[in-house]
């Protein structure tokens, strides 16, 4: 099975999580209109997004793994973290409002990790909207910010998140989302999936189980691993510890599901290692060459 790995970056209230609501419900993941990725008690009062969420859905028989990042500049370094992890992102810009301050040092940290963003003008319903502006001012912002050739020549989508509806060109009738997914699996490469190489994971987040304790959540980029498997954990000065991996965790729509392996490609949760961190990785090899660094 093929998977995409994307995330989500804009400035706060630009529709991130709007619109990844609607991706889940039209690919049939939800069917609750009162089911959001802002499921965080302290998110739902605040209103915005502050955890970086994973979801994913099944489109065209392909699996996207969707990350909906803060959009806040507090919370930055999660951004960077989840960047590193991911193969491209949506970079989604409101339609009035145009690039914003965040919009920018989102986007800084996707181009220099040579990432390729999909561009959506979000919101063009809004009575000043102001699409072939927004475009264009988003091309200016790519070249202030050093994008290369290949960056600069971007796709871009026009949405209205709210109701669902995507677009390639202004001009075109659409009634959901599929020109936006069908651009996904066309400009969004498929993760590596190395699965004969010995198990490689890094976290890129935390998170915690009142059952399982401690959850390490990030990205399989080689290998496969099972339940129950030794692994080993190397910081990234080479030190090592062992553990155990007790449970497994992939994500199907909005919730997580048990798993009894994880293989290189997917974005999961594992469980059994109280004291990972950050950064580090996780294999089943003493001899294992640790990933890049992330912090």
Do not use: W
Not at 22 to 42: F, H, I, Y
Not at 65 to 77: K, L, M, R
Not at 226 to 253: D, N, Q, S, W, Y
């Amino acid at each position: 099975m093929q998977i995409r790995n994307i995330a989500i970056i804009a400035h706060v209230d630009h529709g991130k999580t709007t619109l990844t609501d609607a991706l889940m419900r039209q690919t049939g993941m939800v069917t609750d209109e009162t089911v959001s990725m802002d499921s965080n008690a302290l998110e739902k009062e605040r209103g915005i997004t502050i955890y970086a969420k994973n979801a994913s859905f099944m489109y065209k028989g392909v699996k996207i793994n969707i990350v909906d990042t803060p959009g806040h500049a507090d919370f930055g370094s999660e951004v960077e973290r989840v960047l590193r992890s991911i193969d491209s992102v949506l970079l989604l810009v409101d339609a009035q409002e145009g690039p914003m301050p965040q919009t920018k040092f989102v986007l800084k940290k996707a181009l220099e990790l040579g990432l390729k963003p999909i561009v959506v003008i979000n919101k063009i319903d809004k009575p000043a909207a102001r699409p072939a502006e927004v475009h264009d001012m988003v091309l200016e912002l790519f070249f202030d910010l050093g994008a290369n050739d290949e960056q600069l020549d971007f796709v871009t989508v026009y949405a209205i998140g709210k109701q669902g509806i995507a677009k390639k060109n202004l001009t075109d009738e659409s009634k959901d989302l599929t020109p936006l997914l069908d651009i996904i699996l066309e400009k969004v490469p498929p993760a590596l999936a190395d699965t004969a190489a010995p198990f490689r994971m890094q976290p890129f987040n935390l998170g915690y189980d009142n059952y399982v304790g401690r959850l390490a959540v990030g990205r399989v980029y080689e290998g496969v691993v099972h339940v129950g498997e030794k692994v080993v954990i190397k910081k990234p000065t080479g030190e090592a510890r062992t553990g155990a991996i007790t449970k497994l965790f992939t994500f199907e729509g909005m919730q997580r599901k048990e798993a009894g392996e994880a293989v290189a490609g997917d974005i999961v949760q594992i469980a059994g290692i109280a004291d990972i961190y950050i950064g580090e990785t996780i294999c089943v090899s003493e001899e294992c060459a640790p990933l890049p660094a992330i912090t």
